[in-house]
């Protein structure tokens, strides 16, 4: 049965779903990675995402349309990290703290009103769901085609992503003020440059992507809304930030990693390897901790990261 | 050269700025002019960092205003302190180790999205010309010198245009020569006609500028041409009244050996911290150890504190090899340790004076009663230490996060004087405290050296070196390069030491 | 933006304590707003739903001692927060250390069922506080060994455990024969938690939760550990450089809070459920970091808090039947209530200053 794993068209399918599964938590990551280049950890990202997809749900649920749903689940994404934007960075309340009351409010709001629109409903209804684009001529490719190019829309979005936040925070002025906010603000700020207008910046754009990757998972492919669907993926988001070293061509290929065992894990339940089940889904957990416990040093954090700026 | 030139480049005209009941500035009024270096000389909390802090926009004043060139300056951001001209080199480097010096110039300039950093190195390179800043644009932060960190900072305010430049203690960290240096790059910018505020308390650099003010709890006392006064004139004015100069000592006594350093060496992180140290102590003996900070200083007495490990060498405590002692081991044979950041290794802010007093002994058997701690016993100890050392505060539970700098050490001096029964080691004792704190510092340490206390002393304050010393040795790069009874020692045989000049001392 | 008013934030230097209870009552009553307004959002009168909520809590003695018993394991996760965020270690895995304490507690006391509840009791009670302690354990030695963040390893072993509980469970060695549920056969009458009055479900578990807050009262105001937590909170650093061992805390507070979280499991398993089940012990660790932050980390205001929390559990589900509301409600409640108290907490240190006449 392990042979049949390593049949070409076996590996292509796993290899397509570890793309796929990529997705949400690449959006998020990369969202994260940027938030906290400016030195801000947003630990709220689970109940972001989790908002964000609820609200692509509910939204292409009532109104009809996919892409509104998306739009929702983005501004629904970026109302929540302004929350948390005004909470660390104004008021500056525990960073950690303030993640946690954003993730049990996530939870909390998502299945309130789950249950208040759908009370009499036995089931809660299903949405249309985005269809794989194949892009011309590159799907066409022998295998590579079918794995990178028969994507949906919002994975092409999320690989461009890594390239285009790579050339933000290297290659222009906003990119280089904002790994100074994380690494010294004191420098931008005797400048007479706004730190926490960058940092709010920063954090609204990780969540308009968490609130992104969240809408993935149900109009992108799951076409309704289960309660705790995110299922840890928020977290995983933080941790593949630092094990990418808070740079974005490393956050890719963590990502990677994950939805590949993630992915695996599919393929062998559908095959029916005899491994219990259980063991396979807290295999991205144990490496998660396994890969930061390898890691050891933080090196390539921001200097200030989880500290708030205080002018003295 | 002096203040009659036609409009001056910074009036300021009482200017006042209160935090709560505190008036850190009290209707403060000077004018500098073009070119001119003016001295701004102060305490600690004298209120020097307020008044530059009120110029670069940082804070506001309550009443005053301020004029540049003749045009009045709403100061309300570094932004707009900025445009006006002012530039501001911060007594503690603000820059980016893990950006190059290039970024960090032009990090927070320019406009449009792209970075242009070719049009940026050029104007940088013309102005390390101009104003012979030696400095190279490509290198990172993380790897400069401290003196080299300096240049930077100057180049990154002249490159935001500055036509009047505040330094803010800027020679703390410097070598004697770096020093020099400094003031050959400010004879060249006040060629150009850029005046410069110099803030400090070190009286051979006051002397050198061309006009001093002198601020005493936040009022300006006056301003003066510095060729017509003495140093005497100037402390008399910053204190308020004349500074005893000299403790009475005894010849060091020829006591024991209380500590021996046999070919200590450490490193960590890619660095040398000590390199093959080789150092005895005896007892009632000062030994100062002069040095530039960074240059294993603080290493040194963490490797006897038992904080760090060397990688080779041995520590003795009065003949016994404590390398693999516990830090609690250490202290209980009668070791203090006086830490240079005292609020960051010295005190737990949140904790009462009491609670700061037991703090490492806190299951000592003194301060228990059953499985409890005793709060009799620590309120009494602490309203004792509080009397003692003449502490500023408003009992025994007060909080440490309130007391000013110098009670705050006082703190620390009652807890580790206590414990210092052989050896006391004190990192910069005097960091950051005003005179009559310092006066009792040091006496405080000399009547511990009567004691037979041995005294390992840290500070880059080479007056307290100076003052305090039995023999003064010098340190560079983990190195010792030079040790020598007080008597033989001046700054021009120490200056080079510092700096890594080995040649010319007998090391 | 707010410059451009006229205005700006200023830290305060001083906080007074009318101050902060003003801000803290204003965010606290800004909560409540919001919360009427969802209920208004479903088409249901606040008033009403309030009104159920707090006749369902406190209505009748019986629903009284229920929201006792809810209130139970609340305590014990809010008390083993409180200790790990007094000395500023994110422990946010008490929701993992409840199912480490309740699995381990079943694991020692199945072995000995059918004998007496002198023994029986005392090995669940040990039994629990070895599990959770252990787990949490874990992420300390993660921490200290191997620099990994205590935030991080905490949730993940949150997700890791619900697994293995599942694979014992689900034809696993503990799932009840012949059962469909994941779930344990009910657990030997021996071994259950005494009921404290009669016609109540409140059992030998409260008091136990009382006793744990005196036992957190007295080690955290009076004891050298205490000390030390209260030390490693403000300045870890300080402590270490005085010669106490960091390791040594920050191992020792993740064992009492994690010995704590593990009590809650047991309590729900040998005093409300009887039997081993997910469901039984779940988000009793999340709520509990709630709990500990309304209860300003103080062992008895986690108690008042973990009893407010009770109740509101308790009274949602009258509410439901009374209103129709789902009571999922109180979830989005409790995060709405902590991020405006948080707010409010945060807010009473700052003042605004007019900057321009």
């Known amino acids: 049965m392990i042979a049949d794993l390593l049949e070409t068209s076996i590996i292509i399918s796993v290899l397509a779903a570890t793309v796929r599964i990529a997705t949400p938590i690449l959006l998020a990551a990369l969202g994260e990675m940027i938030a906290e280049r400016s030195g801000v950890y947003n630990m709220g990202l689970e109940g972001t995402m989790l908002m964000g997809a609820f609200t692509a749900y509910i939204g292409a649920y009532y109104t009809g349309s996919l892409w509104l749903g998306v739009v929702i689940a983005m501004i629904t994404g970026g109302l929540m990290s302004l929350i948390f934007a005004f909470m660390v960075i104004t008021l500056k309340v525990e960073q950690i703290v303030t993640g946690l009351a954003l993730n049990l409010l996530g939870s909390g709001l998502s299945i309130f009103w789950l249950r208040a629109a759908f009370a009499n409903a036995g089931q809660t209804p299903t949405t249309p769901f985005f269809d794989t684009v194949p892009l011309p001529l590159l799907s066409d490719i022998p295998f590579l085609g079918p794995i990178l190019f028969d994507q949906k829309i919002l994975t092409y979005v999320a690989f461009l992503l890594v390239p285009a936040t790579w050339y933000f925070l290297f290659r222009t002025r906003y990119g280089l003020e904002l790994r100074c906010v994380g690494e010294n603000p004191k420098a931008l700020d005797i400048k007479g440059l706004n730190v926490a207008a960058r940092q709010y910046a920063a954090v609204v754009f990780g969540g308009l992507m968490a609130g992104l990757g969240g809408a993935f998972l149900t109009v992108g492919s799951a076409a309704r809304f289960v309660p705790e669907m995110t299922n840890g993926r928020g977290w995983l988001a933080i941790v593949i930030v630092i094990a990418g070293l808070w740079r974005p061509v490393p956050v890719l290929l963590a990502t990677l990693v994950f939805s590949f065992l993630d992915a695996l894990q599919l393929q062998i339940q559908g095959i029916g390897v005899a491994i219990p089940y259980q063991l396979l889904l807290a295999m991205p957990y144990v490496c998660a901790i396994l890969a930061l416990a390898i890691r050891r040093s933080h090196s390539g954090a921001p200097a200030m990261l989880g500290i708030p700026y205080w002018r003295r | 050269m002096t203040t009659t030139s036609a409009t001056p480049r910074l009036a300021v005209r009482h200017l006042t700025k209160r935090f709560g009941a505190l008036i850190a500035n009290d209707d403060v009024s000077l004018t500098i002019a073009p070119g001119e270096l003016h001295c701004l000389l102060g305490e600690n909390g004298a209120g020097k960092s307020t008044f530059s802090a009120c110029l670069y926009g940082l804070l506001q004043p309550e009443a005053g205003e301020i004029e540049i060139d003749g045009v009045t300056a709403e100061l309300t951001s570094p932004a707009k302190a900025i445009a006006s001209g002012i530039g501001m080199v911060h007594q503690h480097f603000v820059l980016v180790p893990s950006f190059t010096v290039l970024e960090n110039i032009v990090v927070g300039t320019g406009s449009g999205l792209r970075l242009d950093m070719t049009a940026a190195r050029g104007r940088i390179l013309d102005l390390s010309r101009q104003f012979g800043l030696e400095i190279a644009p490509d290198r990172l932060v993380a790897d400069l010198s401290v003196g080299e960190k300096q240049w930077v900072e100057i180049v990154k305010a002249l490159y935001l245009g500055a036509r009047l430049l505040i330094l803010d203690e800027p020679t703390a960290v410097l070598t004697p020569q770096e020093s020099e240096r400094l003031f050959a790059i400010i004879q060249q910018l006040k060629a150009s006609g850029i005046a410069v505020i110099l803030i400090s308390h070190k009286m051979n650099e006051v002397m050198r500028s061309d006009r001093v003010s002198v601020l005493r709890k936040g009022r300006l006392v006056g301003t003066v041409t510095t060729k017509d006064v003495t140093r005497d004139d100037l402390t008399m004015m910053m204190v308020g009244r004349p500074v005893a100069q000299v403790h009475a000592r005894s010849k060091p006594g020829a006591g024991e050996t209380a500590l021996s350093f046999t070919g200590v060496s450490l490193a960590k992180g890619g660095r040398t911290h000590l390199k093959n140290v080789t150092l005895d102590l005896a007892a009632g003996e000062i030994i100062g150890i002069a040095g530039v900070a960074g240059n294993g200083q603080d290493e040194l007495l963490e490797a006897v504190a038992g904080l760090v490990r060397p990688d080779s060498g041995s520590i003795h405590l009065r003949g016994e090899d404590i390398g693999a002692l516990s830090v609690h081991d250490i202290a209980r044979r009668g070791v203090g340790y006086v830490p240079s950041d005292r609020f960051r290794d010295g005190l737990v802010s949140d904790f009462s004076i009491a609670e700061n007093l037991i703090l490492g002994q806190h299951w000592d058997e003194r301060w228990r009663s059953g499985p409890f701690l005793d709060e009799t016993a620590t309120r009494r100890s602490a309203e004792q230490a509080i009397a003692s050392y003449s502490v500023m505060a408003s009992g025994p539970d007060m909080l440490c996060g309130r007391l000013s700098g110098g009670n705050a050490q006082k703190v620390i001096l009652a807890r580790e004087f206590a414990k210092a029964r052989h050896l006391l080691l004190c990192n910069q004792p005097t960091r950051g405290v005003d005179i009559g704190v310092i006066e009792f510092v040091h006496g405080e340490l000399l009547r511990k050296r009567e004691e037979g206390c041995a005294i390992l002393l840290v500070s880059e304050e080479l007056e307290d070196i100076f003052a305090l010393s039995d023999r003064i040795a010098v340190m560079f790069r983990g190195e010792i390069l030079g040790i020598f009874p007080r008597h033989e020692a001046d700054i021009a045989r120490i200056g080079p030491l510092m700096a890594g000049h080995a040649h010319g001392a007998a090391a | ?357």
Not at chain 3, 92 to 104: D, L, T
Not at chain 3, 134 to 157: N, P, W
Not at chain 3, 177 to 205: M, N
Not at chain 3, 243 to 258: E, K, Q, Y
């Open chain 3, 1 to 357: 933006m707010i410059e451009r008013l006229g205005y700006r934030i200023e830290p305060r230097s001083e906080t007074t304590a009318r101050g902060r209870t003003l801000a803290v009552g204003v965010a606290l009553a800004a909560s409540l707003v919001l919360c009427a307004l969802l209920f208004l959002a479903v088409g249901v009168s606040p008033f009403a739903a309030f009104q159920s909520l707090a006749q369902g809590a406190f209505g009748t003695w019986r629903a009284a001692t229920e929201t006792l018993v809810k209130a139970t394991p609340l305590i014990f996760t809010g008390l083993a927060t409180a200790i790990a965020f007094r000395a500023r270690l994110w422990n946010i895995g008490a929701e993992g250390q409840v199912f480490a304490g309740a699995m381990f507690a079943y694991w020692c006391q199945s072995a000995l069922a059918g004998s007496s509840a002198w023994i029986q009791l005392p090995v669940i009670i040990i039994g629990a506080m070895v599990g959770g302690g252990l787990y949490a354990g874990l992420a300390a030695i993660l921490k200290t060994r191997f620099r990994v963040d205590e935030v991080i390893s905490t949730v993940m072993l949150n997700y890791i455990i619900v697994f293995a509980l599942s694979l014992l469970l689900l034809k696993g060695p503990w799932s009840e024969a012949g059962g469909f549920f994941e779930q344990t056969a009910k657990v030997d009458p021996g071994s259950i938690l005494p009921i404290l009055f009669d016609k109540t479900r409140l059992h030998l578990g409260f008091l136990l939760a009382l006793i744990a807050a005196a036992f957190v009262y007295l080690m955290i105001r009076k004891s050298p550990v205490g000390f030390e937590i209260r030390a490693a909170g403000s300045n870890l650093r300080a402590l270490e450089v005085q010669g106490t061992n960091s390791r040594r805390v920050i191992l020792m507070v993740m064992l009492i809070s994690g010995a704590l979280a593990g009590l809650a499991g047991m309590s729900e398993v040998y005093g409300v459920h009887y039997r081993l089940k997910a469901g039984a012990i779940t988000s009793y660790g999340y709520t509990g970091i709630i709990v500990a932050i309304l209860g300003l980390l103080n062992p008895w205001g986690v108690v008042i808090a973990a009893i407010l929390f009770g109740a509101l559990v308790n009274g949602a589900t009258f509410m439901q039947i009374k209103t129709g509301v789902p009571s999922a409600l109180i979830y989005a409640i409790e995060a709405i209530l902590l991020l405006f108290y948080l707010a409010g907490w945060a807010a009473s240190s700052f003042k605004l200053k007019r900057i321009k006449p």
